[in-house]
């Protein structure tokens, strides 16, 4: 059997290699047979490594006109001249008649077939498309043919979005899906496809134009958007296109987001495993700031709010402490900019969910008195041990390299007061552990102001980062927050009824 595999894999990369794109009418099928063979182990090494040309010959035929031929115009064409396509596509005719192969001849043959007559041909995307997604459903594939699935929807998607595109409802659920496999290798492959369907200028279409007169058949299951993420913007069918926020990206990145999210609320442990790996490679693959903006905007309607505050503290980490959001803590920090402060009122109005990754964002931002502000109201908050964990935490991070600009503002002790009143708002909140010790040495190390006058302008510096912020309304932003907050207390007080009903019952 083996034999007979390795024979067959070998007359179809000869195939490939000399008819070229002729053979792209049959891609479904070879698809159908070269894909599980990427799969086999060392003990089938020669079958893998003849499956592997023929699959990265066959990728290669595919190009970029493909996309722009008009189909009707190509039926029409292979209508007027079918004789060349019927005597190539019948195989028996040569095997049955004669023993011996002209092999010039025919490479003459298949040299005029490529050229001239390229135009016949006809990319069979449904059919492949189809073998690729029953390849993804199943789950008894190995690796490498996931990985080589996921690369020919990038190459497709690269290469012929426009028809793509009427498959992507189709697709989107089992490239979701497929963020839960346990490889990394296929779940870069799969962030790859996704961020491309996402960032696609071809996405702008949805469904309409061009794929409203196809033939194809919409998806059994479409990528719909829920009804409080349509609330986000002005009436109108465009509230359920995109975000208002983020005008740059296709129709189809903010459904990606909204779905990414409903992924990790319906599975947590996707959540707390990879959850971090994915947002950081869609960070280097997308707009790290529209990444961010459209997740604060979903996550502030977000209705299960245990789920918003664990989603937030994963981002807030994230923000603080990648290296692939670099760019956008510079952003943050001075707030120089008219979008650098409208991306720190969205995210703030969602990191509300967690009192303190708001602290900690107030940190990052260098908005001092608004952090005291905050930890102020920490007083009427309902202080739990996962509260002084975070805070902890936060303790931490303040120690860390992120936060060395922060630390140095301690110096200057007369133009930050905010900042050290701040620090030992948390000092007192937290009980005598580690952390508290960590943070007591460092507030030690604070000078005496007395000491440390000099003649410089530092309150120049200071005055200008305060008139550049100045069209914030912060009162608004602390009423938020005690709104959010307030929120969060009658839901946990909710569940701790329902699981003291619970509790009675199981006793009676």
Not at 34 to 58: F, G, H, T
Not at 75 to 93: D, R
Not at 140 to 165: D, E, N, Q
Not at 439 to 460: F, G, I
């Amino acid at each position: 059997d083996d034999l007979i595999q390795l024979t067959a894999m070998c007359w179809m990369r000869e195939f490939i290699q000399l008819a070229g794109r002729v053979m792209l009418p049959y891609s479904s099928g070879i698809l159908t047979a070269v894909l599980p063979c990427l799969s086999y182990d060392d003990r089938k090494k020669n079958i893998k490594e003849v499956a592997n040309v023929c699959n990265q010959s066959l990728m290669k035929l595919v190009i970029p006109e493909d996309d722009e031929m008009d189909e009707a115009k190509q039926s029409m064409t292979l209508l007027a001249e079918p004789t060349s396509e019927e005597s190539f596509s019948k195989p028996e005719a040569v095997s049955s008649g004669e023993s011996e192969l002209d092999i010039p001849a025919l490479n003459q043959r298949l040299s005029f077939l490529c050229s001239s007559e390229r135009i016949q041909v006809t990319l069979n995307l449904d059919g492949i498309v189809q073998v690729l997604d029953c390849h993804l459903h199943d789950t008894s594939i190995g690796m490498m043919t996931r990985i080589a699935v996921l690369k020919w929807l990038y190459h497709l998607y690269i290469k012929t979005p426009r028809k793509m595109f009427r498959h992507t409802d189709s697709l989107f659920p089992i490239l979701l899906r497929t963020l839960s496999d346990e490889s990394d290798e296929v779940i870069l492959k799969d962030l790859e496809v996704l961020a491309e369907i996402a960032s696609s200028p071809a996405g702008q279409t949805e469904g309409h134009g061009p794929s409203e007169c196809s033939d194809v058949r919409p998806g059994p299951v479409e990528l719909h958007v829920p009804a409080r993420a349509g609330q986000l913007s002005s009436s109108g069918p465009k509230g359920l296109e995109c975000s208002p926020s983020t005008p740059t990206m296709n129709s189809y990145f903010y459904k990606f987001m909204i779905n990414l999210l409903k992924r990790f609320s319906s599975e947590r442990k996707l959540l707390e495993t990879r959850g971090a790996f994915i947002i950081r490679q869609l960070c280097l693959l997308l707009n790290a700031e529209n990444i961010f903006h459209s997740m604060a905007d979903i996550l502030l309607r977000e209705e299960d709010l245990k789920f918003a505050s664990t989603m937030v503290h994963t981002l807030n980490t994230i923000l603080l402490t990648s290296s692939e959001l670099f760019q956008l803590r510079n952003q943050l920090k001075d707030l120089k900019t008219p979008e650098s402060r409208n991306l720190f009122c969205c995210l703030y109005r969602s990191w509300c969910h967690n009192p303190v990754t708001t602290v900690s964002l107030c940190f990052l931002t260098q908005n001092y008195k608004h952090a005291y502000d905050l930890i102020q109201k920490f007083g009427d908050l309902e202080v739990t041990v996962d509260f002084l964990t975070e805070v902890d935490k936060l303790v931490q991070l303040i120690e860390c390299p992120i936060f060395t600009y922060l630390r140095l503002q301690l110096l200057d002790v007369k133009n930050n007061p905010y900042l050290i009143k701040a620090l030992y708002g948390l000092l007192m909140l937290l009980p005598q552990s580690s952390a508290f010790q960590l943070l007591s040495h460092r507030l030690q190390c604070v000078p005496n102001p007395e000491l440390m006058q000099t003649t410089d302008s530092t309150k120049a510096s200071a005055g200008f980062k305060r008139t550049t912020a100045s069209n914030i309304d912060y009162t608004e932003l602390l009423q938020h927050f005690e709104k959010v907050q307030n929120k969060h207390l009658e839901a946990r007080h909710q569940r701790a009824g329902r699981a003291e009903q619970l509790e009675r019952r199981v006793v009676l």
